[in-house]
Each structure stands twice: as structure tokens, then as C-alpha cells.
């Protein structure tokens, strides 16, 4: 009789090693572990981690983080990277918002942050007040100046702004048609002519359609409204009193 030999093959699943972060911004430290009795702290720790397959992070409850997630890796359909929470409390909130909390009273109703909100950020879109959306700075706080004339795409010819102000360096919005309205940077100003350095020709201006001027500090005259300058990285804010809560994105 012939002796069959039988070939076994043992499969043996794929672990992958998974590790636990913790962070607070309470009791947190970048120079710690990591563990949950040694938290780290920073969103740019977080950032600095390895995103692999199994690693989960754990932000406490009751913190609020300023800045961004930059996921460097990914997980797998069975084996995720997970972010999650721990503790008790208030979910904890990331925000791409930045708090501004000292103000310095220029006069006039006017308050400059006391330090840069970012040392790199150039410009903003949004700035949030007490919890509710606030509006950039403008000349005229609501509608539209008559443009009578215009010069290609580079110079409008507006009486209203003519005697108000010098407006260089502002940015000149113009209703360019019934439907198309383009920000411009407005480079001099001769009496009622404004020059300006368009980044879309698509369209020229059509005369008898309207333009405002914002981002510039002496449109600031009404309640919460706001100007970035993109200079001094500092944002200045209309208010009859300290401006409270305010956060920058």
C-alpha cells in the first residue's frame, strides 16, 4: 500500500501594531508620552504623529483646539485610523478659527489687536463675533456708487469717491454687469478716477453699474465691522467697546 503525505498549511492572520495618542489642552505636553496620564497637547504634535493603519488619537472632552489636521497616512477597510474623544463633557471642538483676545483702543471707536493674529496669514474671509458672522469694512455700508465711465479694465470713473478719501491699496468690488461682480486692488486715484489692477479680464466694465470699496480701515464706522491688515498681520474692529469672543479664520 503507498503511503499519501499530506502537505499542511497554517494561515496565521496579519497583526499590525496599533498605538493609542491622547491629547489635552489642559494638563497636555508635547515633551510627554502620549498616554492618557501623559497627554501630549498641540494640534502640530498631533500633525507630526504617523496617520498608519490601527493608530487612534483621543482629544479630551471640554478643549477646543485653533488650526488643522494634516492627515499624513491612511487606515484600511478593516483596520482604521480613528479619531475620537475621551473624558466627560462637551465633545472638544478643533477649529480652523484663531481667538483673539487683547484688544488696544486706537480711538474713535476703534480696536486693533494688541499682537499679529498669524505670522503668515495675509488675508480673511471670515471673522466670527460673539458667536455671530461679522462683516468686512465698506464704503457705502450697503448698495452700490454710480461708475459713469471706465477705461478697459483698469480705471473707472466714479464721483462719489471722488473728495472722500484716497482709497490706494483698498479693494475696489465693481458690478462689472447684471450678473458679474469682480474684486480688484486699487492702485491710485485721481479725483473721481480709480485705477486699479484687475486678475480677470474676462469682462470689462459696463457704465452705469455700480462699485464699493472695502478692506480698507476707513470704511470702519458701523458695529463689529472689521479689517484685516495684511501687513502688520493685525485686525482693527468697529466697537463702541471692547470687542469680545472674537475669533479670526
Excluded at 502537505?7 to 492572520?13: C, D, Q, R, V
Excluded at 471722488?162 to 479693494?171: L, P
Aim: aromatic share 14%; glycine share 8%.
Amino acid at each position: 500500500m503507498k503511503k499519501l503525505a499530506f502537505l499542511i498549511f497554517i494561515f496565521l492572520p496579519l497583526f499590525s501594531f496599533s498605538t493609542d495618542y491622547y491629547f489635552s489642552q489642559f494638563s497636555g505636553s508635547d515633551a510627554a508620552s502620549g498616554t492618557q496620564s501623559f497627554p501630549f497637547q498641540s494640534l502640530a504634535k498631533f500633525n507630526s504623529l504617523s496617520h498608519t493603519a490601527g493608530n487612534r488619537f483621543y482629544f479630551q472632552c471640554g478643549n477646543t483646539w485653533y488650526g488643522t489636521l494634516n492627515i499624513n497616512g491612511s487606515g484600511t477597510s478593516g483596520n482604521n485610523v480613528i479619531i475620537s474623544s475621551y473624558g466627560t463633557g462637551e465633545k472638544p471642538v478643533i477649529t480652523g478659527f484663531t481667538g483673539v483676545f487683547a484688544f488696544t483702543n486706537l480711538g474713535s471707536n476703534i480696536w486693533e489687536s494688541t499682537s499679529s493674529v498669524s505670522a503668515s496669514v495675509t488675508s480673511t474671509n471670515m471673522v466670527s463675533i460673539n458667536g455671530n458672522n461679522a462683516v468686512m469694512g465698506r464704503y457705502p455700508n450697503t448698495g452700490y456708487l454710480t461708475y459713469t465711465g471706465h477705461v478697459n479694465n483698469t480705471q473707472i470713473t466714479c464721483a462719489a469717491l471722488a473728495g472722500v478719501r484716497n482709497w490706494t491699496g483698498a479693494s475696489l468690488v465693481i458690478r462689472m454687469n447684471r450678473y458679474v461682480l469682480d474684486v480688484n486692488t486699487i492702485t491710485s486715484q485721481s479725483g473721481n478716477n480709480i485705477n486699479y489692477t484687475s486678475t480677470d479680464n474676462t469682462y470689462e466694465p459696463a457704465n452705469g453699474f455700480g462699485c464699493f470699496v472695502q478692506n480698507d480701515a476707513n470704511t470702519l464706522d458701523v458695529q463689529n465691522e472689521w479689517y484685516y491688515n495684511p501687513s502688520t498681520k493685525k485686525i482693527r474692529i468697529y466697537s463702541t467697546s471692547a470687542p469680545t469672543n472674537v475669533k479670526v479664520a
